[in-house]
């Protein structure tokens, strides 16, 4: 059982790059979200989804977008990065019912130069 | 909107020694309330969930936390610290329609010898 899958681990990207981090989960979870985390910020939430066909704005969702085509999969894309998306990010799911526990993947580094 | 206060940015505590770790949350609701630790470069680990019944909630590594609606706080515990707790300790809320989580900024843990 792998849980919520991410990648790339680190990515470096210049400035106007375009980049999708990928997010896979094998849990059967409805429920997914994407999280930027900032050195003395805590995680914040950029994108959430509560099934598939379904996104919605966390947030800081600006400078990014999401999908939702499949149950499994919730990729996230940088249009055009920019040095304030340098962060690291995690994507989580969980199955929506209170009391079940919230997967998290092991987080992607993205550096924007 | 739900939201976390860690009034605590860096805590040193001696090798076997107690520590306690604040937490105070923001939401109009019943939360559901979590803590998380992080190694460098790591991902994050769940300690331990509370959603409802004993107000003392026992985690993985020796941790407990309480949960004290009067005082709108979830302090995290630790009767004997190792050097292995040296890390980052996230608290959070989550909603409970969408189960979107709120974090705080995190405390810092050092173990000195």
């Not at chain 2, 949350?25 to 409802?52: D, H, I, N």
């Not at chain 2, 004993?54 to 985690?59: A, E, I, K, S, Y």
């Not at chain 2, 515990?77 to 809320?93: G, I, L, M, N, Q």
Request: contains cysteine; glycine residues 10%.
């Amino acid at each position: 059982n792998a849980g919520v899958t991410q990648t790339p681990k680190f990515r470096i990207l210049k400035i106007g790059q375009s980049m999708t981090l990928q997010c896979t989960q094998d849990m059967n979870h409805n429920y997914m979200y994407w999280y930027r985390q900032d050195p003395g910020m805590g995680l914040k939430l950029i994108y959430y989804s509560v099934g598939a066909g379904i996104t919605d704005k966390g947030e800081v969702p600006n400078g990014y977008n999401v999908s939702r085509s499949t149950t499994e999969d919730f990729p996230l894309r940088l249009e055009l990065a920019a040095p304030s998306q340098t962060s690291v990010y995690f994507c989580a799911s969980i199955k929506g019912a209170r009391g079940n526990t919230i997967y998290f993947g092991e987080g992607s580094w993205l550096t924007v130069v | 909107a739900q939201s976390v206060t860690q009034p605590d940015i860096h805590i040193t505590v001696s090798e076997g020694a107690s520590l306690e770790l604040r937490c105070n949350y923001s939401y109009g609701a019943t939360p559901y309330l979590f803590w998380y630790v992080q190694s460098p470069g790591q991902g994050l680990q769940l300690l331990l969930k509370y959603f409802s019944g004993d107000t003392l909630v026992q985690g993985i590594k020796g941790f407990e936390a309480e949960f004290k609606r009067s005082q709108s706080s979830f302090n995290l515990r630790k009767p004997s610290v190792h050097w292995s707790d040296a890390a980052e300790y996230f608290c959070a809320v989550g909603a409970f329609n969408d189960y979107k989580l709120s974090f705080g900024a995190g405390t810092t843990v050092t173990v000195r010898a």
